[in-house]
């Protein structure tokens, strides 16, 4: 694969995980946008709303870069949250809560 595989994305290299796709002129991964859109349900509006930086092409491109490279970007996206388990905090979680919920909707404490 080439250095630059679209004009929205390029490849830049990483201590930990080889080449890692971001989009041209940011610090954002093709990760971000898929954690985001897919497993926050952000919409493409809002990514572009809060990341003044990103035009709606950005966020369509990663996008599109994620379902051709899907096994690609999944492998990421499972050796960084190895990475966050082992560099959490003894006793705290990973969850993170989902837009529009506060973090105690995702793990109650019992009283």
Request: net charge negative; charged share 20%.
């Amino acid at each position: 694969m080439n250095k630059t595989s679209h004009q929205h994305i390029e490849l830049r290299p990483s201590d930990t995980h080889g080449e890692l796709p971001y989009i041209v002129g940011t610090r954002l991964r093709v990760l971000d946008i898929y954690v985001w859109h897919v497993l926050q349900g952000m919409t493409a509006n809002e990514i572009v709303d809060q990341h003044p930086q990103l035009t709606m092409a950005d966020v369509y491109a990663a996008m599109t870069y994620y379902w051709d490279h899907r096994e690609e970007v999944q492998e990421q996206l499972r050796r960084a949250k190895e990475v966050a388990e082992a560099n959490r905090p003894a006793g705290r979680s990973l969850t993170l809560p989902l837009p529009g919920t506060i973090a105690t909707d995702v793990n109650p404490v019992s009283s």
